[in-house]
């Protein structure tokens, strides 16, 4: 069962975002964010109230990633600030893989909820029976 995308139960939960992104676009932003995170039966994330608040997280990221949060905060911790000019400069330490998802609030969000899905998967495949030589 897929994820529907409900914008009012969206704008709730990213009021920041609500002037910035029509419903029209959030709504082309979740189909977007299917790239990202299957919205099948065959996700990774089978638990679709779950994979909703993923896919949201993940329409939050891409709208701010087109520039329509232009006030987001700032990802991870402040090393240098200065004050004539402004000038603010942050760190955060990830992996290369989720260099792209940490350029917003939103994509750190999905990266840290996405973390137990990124694990190593055993899947047995069937056993296999070994006969000795000469064995019937």
């Given at each position: 069962?897929?994820?529907?995308?409900?914008?009012?139960?969206?704008?709730?939960r990213?009021?920041?975002?609500?002037?910035?992104?029509?419903?029209?676009?959030?709504?082309?932003?979740?189909?977007?964010?299917?790239?990202?995170?299957?919205?099948?039966?065959?996700s990774?994330?089978?638990?679709?109230?779950?994979?909703?608040?993923?896919?949201n997280?993940?329409?939050?990221?891409?709208?701010?990633?087109?520039g329509?949060?232009?006030?987001?905060?700032?990802?991870?911790?402040?090393?240098?600030?200065?004050?004539?000019?402004?000038?603010?400069?942050?760190?955060?330490?990830?992996?290369?893989?989720?260099?792209?998802?940490?350029?917003?609030?939103?994509?750190?969000?999905?990266?840290?909820?996405?973390?137990?899905?990124r694990?190593?998967?055993?899947?047995?495949?069937?056993?296999?029976?070994m006969?000795?030589?000469?064995?019937?």
């Amino acid at each position: 069962m897929a994820a529907v995308f409900d914008y009012a139960a969206w704008g709730a939960r990213y009021p920041e975002l609500v002037d910035k992104v029509p419903e029209p676009l959030a709504a082309a932003l979740f189909v977007e964010a299917g790239l990202f995170l299957s919205n099948s039966d065959g996700s990774i994330v089978q638990d679709v109230p779950t994979r909703l608040v993923i896919l949201n997280m993940i329409v939050a990221h891409l709208a701010a990633l087109q520039g329509r949060a232009s006030d987001a905060p700032i990802v991870g911790r402040i090393n240098s600030a200065t004050e004539g000019s402004v000038t603010v400069q942050a760190q955060y330490e990830a992996s290369k893989s989720a260099q792209w998802w940490l350029q917003t609030p939103y994509g750190a969000s999905a990266w840290q909820a996405l973390r137990p899905y990124r694990t190593f998967r055993y899947v047995p495949g069937t056993p296999r029976v070994m006969q000795p030589y000469g064995w019937r």
